[in-house]
């Protein structure tokens, strides 16, 4: 069975993990999200996609969510002693990898090339694909004016509410080689328990990536990032309550009207209509076993 998994952020770091660790990694690609990509003293840096790749690797620190594990911070505290800027914090193993990603860039490779040697590198087998070679930003807008993604979520640690998101660069923006073949070669389409605003959000703003799920041939299905209606980490459910009017299951469904088939929900929201076919189960994945369940729960659906 092959899977294309439309992933994002820790949920969907988890979530590709799962299904890895189920299916094995030769039957899953993972289309990251890349709108939250920035520039971080001339590196580029792609928060999503190493996100994905550490944890893939068995690399992420778990406990932050981010970065790598047994991690050390000389450069940064070097770098914030001489007056830099150092409200993105860079360690010194991940520092490594944006260097190594921006001597790539700068010499002309894809983002989709220095992504597969990096995840290669690192001992990752399942395919892990950037939505786009392209510069594709998300902007977040608020009452205190619009931000890069960033600057909003990690600099102002997401305190603004959101009035709107824009994909910068979405509208010349193509899919990333191996993209849509990866769609259109899959048994499966599954769009991870991501924020459905910022991190799927920009993957589905890419004109190419949205048509193949639209005219899809095989069944696709969403985890909902909601428990109860609230988030485990992140803004998710804020955000939900504001641009979606709730956080309902059938407000996460409606993101993603025409896209999908069936939602997965927890079984503390079994009793919400979501208005498309549902699937009760847990959805923590607090362990091996719980992540486990929940690919499970999604492979189970009939292709």
Known sequence: MRVAVLAGGLGGSRFA?????TLGPGGVTVIGNVGDDLEVAGLHVSPDLDTIVYTLAGLLDAEKGWGRADESWNARAAAEQLGAETWFQLGDRDLGLH????ESLRHGEPLSAVTARIAAALGVQATVLPATDDRLRTWIATPAGEFPFQEWFVRRQHRDEVDAV????AEDARAAPGVLAALEAADLIAIAPS??????GPIL????????????RVPAIAVSPLIAGRTVRGPADRMLARLAGGTSPAHVAGCYTGLIDTLVVDEADADEDARVPAIVTRTLMSDADARRRLAQAVLAVPV
């Open 99 to 102: 260097l190594a990603r921006t």
């Open 205 to 216: 703003a890419v004109a190419e990536i949205r048509e193949a799920v639209e005219q899809r």
């Open 166 to 169: 824009r994909f910068e660069g």
């Open 17 to 21: 993990l799962a299904l890895t660790e």
């Open 195 to 200: 924020n459905p605003f910022v991190s799927i």
